[in-house]
């Protein structure tokens, strides 16, 4: 079974810096999806970014950025110039559409931005 | 274009009652995935359903069933609550499998007392 695994419980970053937050995962299969989310206090979890395993090249959306490691299973997320808006839960999820497309989510990391 | 809908935001249930969720997904999505969120923790797959099926379920107990209708809506049912069932439940949809990324709704609160 895959899992996902988010060493970080929390984080913490000044306004207008960069953080980046960790995640690893587990499986055997070479053809799946990757992704962050990020679940603010509304509860609604928001796709932040996502990566497709066969693509070599990283994934990139405004400040939001990863770094994927397909051979290490690696994949952590870059957020540049943060603003107090990026304060949330960031979930790591793996995702392989021919297994029914279930996501499979990390613990999470609970990201505080500092003014 | 509305996106994931929930109903209710909160529940408070007792011991031993039945509770019904539903969801309506974003337009133009056909495939409803059920997920249960325990504080402080990322969610766990519970069931998707796709044209009236269910098409995969999670390690969760015969307690938790569903349905989907014709208009792609779903309702989460789940009998003889426990304690433990208490949680946030999330609703996501999406357009056939999960590859593009799922749209979430806010969620439920179920308390179960």
């Known amino acids: 079974a895959q899992t996902v695994t988010q060493s970080q419980p929390e984080m913490s970053v000044q306004e207008a810096e960069t953080v980046t937050l960790s995640c690893t995962y587990d499986?055997?299969?070479?053809?799946?999806?990757l992704f962050w989310y990020k679940q603010p206090p509304s509860r609604q979890m928001i796709l932040v970014i996502r990566?497709?395993?066969?693509?070599?090249q990283n994934a990139t959306e405004n400040r939001f950025s990863v770094n994927f490691q397909k051979a290490a299973k690696s994949f952590s997320l870059k957020i540049s110039d943060s603003q107090l808006g990026d304060a949330a839960m960031y979930f790591c999820a793996y995702l392989r559409e021919t297994s029914g497309s279930r996501l499979t989510f990390g613990e999470g990391t609970q990201l505080t931005v500092n003014p | 274009d509305a996106g994931v809908t929930q109903s209710p935001t909160h529940l408070i249930k007792t011991r031993g009652q039945q509770v019904t969720l539903r969801c309506s997904p974003k337009s133009g999505h056909d495939t409803v995935s059920w997920y249960q969120q325990a504080l402080g923790q990322g969610p766990q797959f519970i069931f998707q359903?796709?044209?009236?099926?269910?098409?995969q379920r999670g390690n969760f107990p015969d307690r938790f069933s569903g349905h989907q209708f014709p208009n792609y809506s779903s309702e989460l049912n789940v009998n003889a609550l426990l304690l433990g069932d208490s949680a946030l439940y999330l609703c996501?949809?999406?357009?056939?499998?999960?590859?593009?990324?799922?749209?979430f709704g806010s969620g439920t609160r179920l308390t179960v007392v």
């Open positions: 996501a949809s999406s357009l056939r499998g999960g590859a593009y990324g799922y749209t």
């Open positions: 499986t055997s299969e070479s053809d799946y999806y």
């Open positions: 990566q497709e395993a066969y693509k070599q």
């Open positions: 359903y796709y044209e009236e099926e269910e098409r």
